[in-house]
């Protein structure tokens, strides 16, 4: 699939009215090239970030002129206002090989899920890789149906990679396993925990409120001896 952007130019700076016209101020930036400030539709790009990621190459143009490949590199988002505040698009040479992160996409059922009542522990959700871009892709399965017990596990060694790129992080790193559910005896210690945990939380608070009063007993003696 190929994903596509139109992006305007812009003037550096005034990102407020910008956005106040319902664009999304950007950069565009890369080696050997000069930044170019750019603004881009915010809804259109809500969409392309949906669908394409930081990991899909993205054919990007600037003001009509022949389109480069280019990736989302970082974006800035306000929870509160619920909108992106800026984007960063990386221009990226065909010919140099690459470093970034690609998606993992958790697939199938775990027979320790389902069968045994266990529950699925993803200790990661991206891998960083190295290829050439026309290798990249925008994520790798991971299949969880091998996890049919409680001692099996995946790592990055198990992850079954395409052709052309290369996982640069440590092979023996856990990608995801399957917790055993609590034994009776464990749930009524974490509830005892707990328990304890409230009334000593509770007993500290008795016990501040009796100095607290002693302190005010103490100052309004002294203040009756003055008088």
Known sequence: MTFEILVQKRDAGHADIVREEGSLPGIVYGAGMTPIPVRVDAHTF???????GESSLIDL????NAPTKVLIQDVQYDSIKDRFMHVDFRQINMN???HTTIELIFIGESTAVKALG???????DTVEVKCLPKDLVSHIDVDVSTLVTFDDAIHIK??????GITIVED??????KVSAPLSEDQLKAMEESQVGDVAAVAAVDEKKKEEDAATAAAAEKTTEKKA
Not at 61 to 64: Q, S
Not at 118 to 124: I, K
Not at 171 to 176: C, G, I, K, Q
């Open 118 to 124: 266990g529950t699925l522990l993803e200790q990661r």
């Open 96 to 98: 140099i090989e690459m």
């Open 46 to 52: 809500d969409k392309l970030y949906a669908d394409a």
């Open 61 to 64: 143009t600037v003001d009509g």
């Open 171 to 176: 092979a023996d790193d856990l990608v995801a």
């Open 158 to 163: 198990d992850l079954v990679v395409p052709p």
